[in-house]
C-alpha cells in the first residue's frame, strides 16, 4: 500500500519518517509556547489584582492540563505515524520493489 503511495506522489516512504517527527516536534513546541503564554498572562493578572490569585491560578493549572493533553495526542499520533511507516514495511517495500522489477 505504502509503495503504491510512493508511487503515484513520487515521494519517497523516508520523508514520512521526517514528517513524523517534525509534527511531533512542533506539537511540543506549541504546547510549550502557550504554556508560557498562559503563565505570563495568569502572573500579570495576580499582580493587578492579587485577591483572585487562587481563581487564577486554578483555572491557569487546568487550561495547562488540556494543553499538554492536546500535545500528547498529537505527539502520540505522529509515533503512530511513524511506527506505521516501521523498519518492516520499508524491508517489504523494498522486497517488493526488487520483485516487481525482476518480472
Request: with cysteine; net charge negative.
Amino acid at each position: 500500500m505504502l509503495q503504491l503511495i510512493a508511487e503515484a506522489t513520487g515521494v519517497p516512504v523516508a520523508w514520512g519518517f521526517f514528517g513524523a517527527a517534525v509534527g511531533a516536534g512542533i506539537a511540543a513546541l506549541a504546547a510549550g509556547i502557550g504554556i508560557g503564554k498562559i503563565a505570563a498572562s495568569a502572573t500579570e493578572s495576580i499582580a493587578r489584582q492579587p485577591e483572585c490569585a487562587g481563581d487564577v491560578r486554578g483555572v491557569t493549572i487546568i487550561t495547562a492540563a488540556f494543553i499538554e493533553g492536546v500535545c500528547l495526542f498529537a505527539v502520540v499520533v505522529c509515533l503512530l505515524v511513524n511506527g506505521s511507516l516501521g523498519a518492516e514495511n520499508v524491508q517489504q517495500l523494498e522486497i517488493d520493489a526488487a520483485a516487481a522489477e525482476n518480472k
